[in-house]
């Protein structure tokens, strides 16, 4: 079994660039039920597929991977480079898991991601997704930009990312001591991202072979970065891996407004607030989002684009992905995980290796009772968890609405409620300004959602054809309504949305098989470590954002990789990292 050094060993791994807002969806089913349309989704992929059929072909793989979410993808993509015989198996109709996209009267929407950046990154520091669709010789076209409305109870503003745009919106909403304290902490934790950018996520493995691959492949790297940083720097450099609330109270930063600014970011970027993050991960997003020329990206075509070039990638190389085929259980024999069986009776042999994209905890339930020691199958479940999800999609006419409506939108409510508080913060994206082919003519497409706040609890044990559960919905869906007029404005009205979809904890719980419909681990940094890759089950792995390093998507893309490299030999993961530039 290859140990998992990789949480542990690493201290100046960059763990993720800026994440996603959101790595949450579902499936289609419930659109059909919930939308004013009576026409069924379908797939925006141009990939080739099995139809939904259900599994047919060779029932032997050397690698097999359960589920097709970003993570798994990759680490199939990566497998089928290699050389390996790689099938991914989706219980869906639809590849992509949280970020597949779905379609209904001409509408396409994303189920998830809609804030990315990086994708046109290249080299060492790219985004791990990027990476990976590197390796694959897979490119990403994007429309690029560089701001979002911000709606908070101070007002409203355009905040630009870049490293001076920032100091005006401070000069209007916080203190008269905020620009010299915004200024303090830049000159701070700038220097500090050589450190947290110092390896290449592509060249992590989950054995002693990253000593070849990782450590002493960019020692030259490593050892220049500090001597840029200078000894002030080093010893900062030791707080990557405490909570970021740390430098911010070492800085004395006292203005409330720049601290609500920080655990948004914070909270937006790993779904706990400025003292449950790394220090890594903030460093890094302000390397990226707060230097000259800074930009972010959506990916034309939406996120299914995303989907589509892993998977074509996959292809590529050889890799098979079969939709509609449900896995039942994982196969233990002699002590080894040794393939799965479907939910049809039909077993495929994996002759190398199992990888499970589902959570941890979901993955726990595949297993055979008793083939897992108790004291692992306890850690798995108290594993704190994030809230859940409501979501809003939307297709409306787009007359009377402002030519200048920007793609993202977020609305606060109330800073002294916590940005982590339930209905107290809504994320928009109308990713139809940038890609106009995601609706008809004339027309928006928009996705609304509370990012990971939503109480599982309120909506535990209901029946969702229940009276109950609609009112439920209805009234907590008004907060992403009231959100939505706001960043439209005057020109919106409900009665004229085409498509209208609410999405609810149990909605994440049935289709995207969440546990409680959660957004994934809540590990706070410096309390707790997210779980590696392998398993006390020799032969079974593990990726995605319940494993190491976490939520996001360039997270669960870098986990997703972790895994094919430590199923390969270390020469061959050194072959593709020279491929590649890196």
Not at 33 to 51: C, D, G, K
Not at 441 to 454: I, M, N, R, S
Request: proline share 7%; glycine share 10%.
């Amino acid at each position: 079994m290859a140990m998992d050094l990789c949480s542990s060993m690493l201290p100046f791994y960059r763990p993720l660039s800026p994440s996603a807002f959101g790595v949450s969806g579902y499936r289609r089913p419930i659109f059909a039920r919930s939308s004013s349309s009576t026409q069924e989704p379908t797939s925006i992929a141009s990939v080739s597929l099995n139809n939904n059929k259900g599994f047919s072909g060779k029932a032997e793989a050397d690698v097999v991977v359960i589920g097709s979410g970003i993570g798994g993808l990759c680490c199939a993509g990566l497998l089928a480079r290699y050389g390996q015989d790689v099938l991914v198996l989706e219980s869906h109709d639809l590849p992509g898991g949280a970020a597949h996209s779905f379609e209904i009267k001409g509408y396409k929407f994303d189920s998830g991601p809609s804030l990315f950046s990086g994708f046109q990154s290249r080299g060492p520091q790219a985004n791990p997704l990027a990476q990976v669709l590197d390796a694959l010789g897979e490119s990403l076209p994007c429309a690029n930009y560089d701001s979002w409305m911000v709606y908070i109870p101070e007002g409203e503003f355009l905040s630009r990312i870049g490293p001076t745009e920032f100091f005006k919106d401070l000069e209007t909403y916080a203190s008269p001591n905020a620009v010299q304290e915004w200024q303090k902490l830049l000159e701070t934790i700038l220097p500090l991202s050589a450190a947290a950018m110092a390896l290449p996520p592509l060249s992590i493995r989950g054995d002693w072979g990253v000593l070849s691959t990782a450590a002493a492949r960019y020692a030259p790297s490593l050892l220049k970065s500090f001597i840029q940083m200078g000894p002030q720097g080093i010893i900062g450099s030791t707080k990557l891996l405490r909570p970021f609330s740390e430098i911010i109270d070492s800085l004395e930063l006292k203005d409330p407004f720049i601290r609500n600014w920080l655990d948004l970011l914070a909270f937006l970027l790993a779904g706990v607030k400025t003292n449950g993050i790394l220090s890594a991960e903030m460093i890094y997003m302000f390397a990226e989002w707060y230097k000259p020329g800074s930009c972010l990206e959506y990916p034309l075509h939406g996120s299914g684009a995303v989907v589509n070039a892993l998977v074509q990638g996959l292809q590529k190389f050889g890799g098979r992905i079969s939709l509609g085929s449900h896995v039942l259980n994982i196969i233990v024999e002699n002590d080894r995980a040794v393939g799965v069986k479907l939910k049809t009776g039909q077993f495929i042999r994996a002759k190398k290796a199992v990888v499970s994209n589902a959570s941890m905890w979901n993955t726990l339930a595949l297993l055979p009772e008793g083939v897992v020691p108790k004291s692992y199958c306890d850690s798995v479940n108290t594993m704190p968890q994030c809230e859940s999800f409501m979501h809003l999609h939307l297709g409306f006419d787009a007359e009377g609405i402002r030519d200048d409506l920007g793609i993202h939108h977020i609305v606060v409510n109330d800073w002294d409620r916590g940005v982590d508080a339930d209905q107290n913060v809504v994320l928009i994206s109308v990713p139809s300004v940038l890609s106009p082919d995601l609706a008809p003519p004339g027309k928006h497409v928009l996705h609304a959602y509370t990012p990971g706040t939503e109480p599982y609890t309120l909506w535990e044990g209901l029946d969702r054809r229940s009276s109950e559960y609609k009112n439920l919905k209805a009234e907590r869906s008004e907060v992403m309504w009231r959100a939505v007029e706001r960043a439209v404005g005057a020109g919106f009205k409900r009665e004229k949305c085409e498509v209208k979809l609410v999405g609810s904890p149990l909605t994440h719980e049935r289709f995207l098989r969440r546990k409680r419909g959660t957004y994934g681990p809540a590990i706070e940094a410096g309390k707790g470590s997210f779980p590696g890759h392998s398993t006390p089950i020799p032969q079974l792995y593990c990726c995605g954002d319940s494993t190491f390093p976490g939520i996001g998507v360039p997270a669960v893309a870098a986990s997703g990789a972790i895994v094919a490299n430590s199923l390969v030999s270390t020469s061959q993961h050194s072959q593709l990292l020279d491929a590649i530039g890196i």
